[in-house]
């Protein structure tokens, strides 16, 4: 585990807990059938079952996000679901996605730029290959 800096704490924690609660804030929408949810869900092929699954999804990489034993797993989580929505967003939705100025894609790259952001302050932490990531620094 890498000792961080107040200042790299500080930064992560902040990122950490506005990823988090961009993720939850959009599950109200998502496990309420919200119109907005419903017509992403249905332009992509994908409703109900996808709006549901990726709720959950969000859900745990908020979760894991949050938890100091898991940050690395909810940020590698988070990122992968925003690959998602901003592909989505490029090839089907449209940036402004039923009048909405371009909002929630500006919320997908936050969460996904946020969690990249705070797996490279926490890069030491990543199974595997952290080891070797903090050698290149």
């Known amino acids: 585990m890498m000792i961080l800096s107040k200042l790299q704490l500080t930064v992560s924690w902040g990122l950490q807990l506005l990823v988090a609660g961009i993720l939850m804030q959009t599950l109200f929408f998502k496990f309420t059938a919200a119109d907005e949810s419903v017509y992403i869900f249905t332009t992509l092929g994908l409703e ?8 959950v999804a969000e ?3 908020a979760i894991l996000l949050v938890a100091p034993a898991t940050t690395i797993w909810g940020a590698i989580l988070a ?59």
């Not at 109900?48 to 709720?55: C, H, V």
């Not at 890069?123 to 290149?136: F, H, N, S, W």
């Open 48 to 55: 109900p079952w996808g709006r549901l699954a990726s709720g």
């Open 59 to 61: 859900l745990i990489a």
């Open 79 to 137: 990122m992968g679901i925003m690959v998602g929505a901003i592909m989505s967003h490029l090839t089907t939705l449209g940036i402004d996605v039923k009048g909405d100025g371009g909002l929630l894609f500006a919320l997908a790259l936050t969460v996904f730029l946020g969690s990249a952001i705070v797996l490279l302050i926490r890069r030491a932490d990543i199974p595997v290959i952290g080891r070797y990531l903090t050698e290149l620094a």
